[in-house]
């Protein structure tokens, strides 16, 4: 039986970013915005907490996450680029771009974060709120839409908050997102393939 949680709100501030990545850090859920949607953070290391991201969404954990980083050579860290990746990454991050592309060999984010497969999406989110909670936690984040699976996506703290409350421990509230459109994903093979369309198709909503 789960044991519902007290969610903290709150204004996003110089502490409210500390207090985020220190409960990322201690395997903590926190919602935050992006310039996309919210979304629900966990450590992306950590399988613990992926676990507890997946039953709070009641998302399904064969379904691959994204992990978020602070910039490309964080990126470069977890997985590697090809010329035509690194292209994409200069054109369009920090941005709503999410690139699909192989592991390095010491890549540490869990195998329940990519599903056991041997690549991983990767994404620079361009919200200042993001990157700094990004920098203040030091690593790779993954953050899904921050609602139940199925549900809207979330562009306020509200609507994090109507959908999850009780179930993740901090929502840092950065007011309304600018675009409300998940990210594109691309994924970098051979040929690069859009593998979902979405906000980078329109570079103004967001720059």
Not at 24 to 35: I, K, N
Not at 54 to 61: E, I, L, N, T, W
Not at 114 to 142: K, M, N, Q, S, Y
Request: hydrophobic share 50%.
């Amino acid at each position: 039986m789960n044991v519902a949680l007290t969610t903290q709100i709150l204004p996003a501030s110089e502490a409210a970013i500390a207090l985020a990545a220190r409960s990322l850090r201690e395997g903590g859920l926190v919602a935050f915005p992006t310039e996309t949607v919210y979304g629900l953070g966990a450590d992306a290391t950590n399988a613990a907490a992926i676990a507890r991201l997946y039953q709070a969404k009641g998302r399904p954990s064969f379904n691959p996450l994204i992990a978020h980083v602070s910039d490309l050579g964080a990126a470069e860290q977890i997985a590697n680029l090809n010329a035509q990746a690194i292209a994409l990454a200069h054109a369009f991050w920090p941005g709503p771009l999410t690139l699909v592309l192989p592991k390095t060999r010491d890549c540490n984010v869990a195998d329940l974060a990519t599903a056991g497969l041997d690549t991983i999406a990767i994404r620079v989110p361009a919200h200042a709120i993001a990157r700094e909670i990004l920098r203040a936690f030091g690593g790779p984040v993954v953050a899904p839409s921050a609602n139940l699976s199925g549900h809207v996506s979330p562009t306020t703290a509200a609507h994090v908050h109507s959908d999850l409350a009780g179930l993740i421990d901090l929502i840092v509230d950065g007011g309304a997102v600018a675009v409300g459109v998940e990210s594109t994903i691309v994924g970098c093979f051979d040929t690069p393939m859009l593998l979902r369309p979405g906000a980078a198709s329109d570079r103004s909503r967001w720059r």
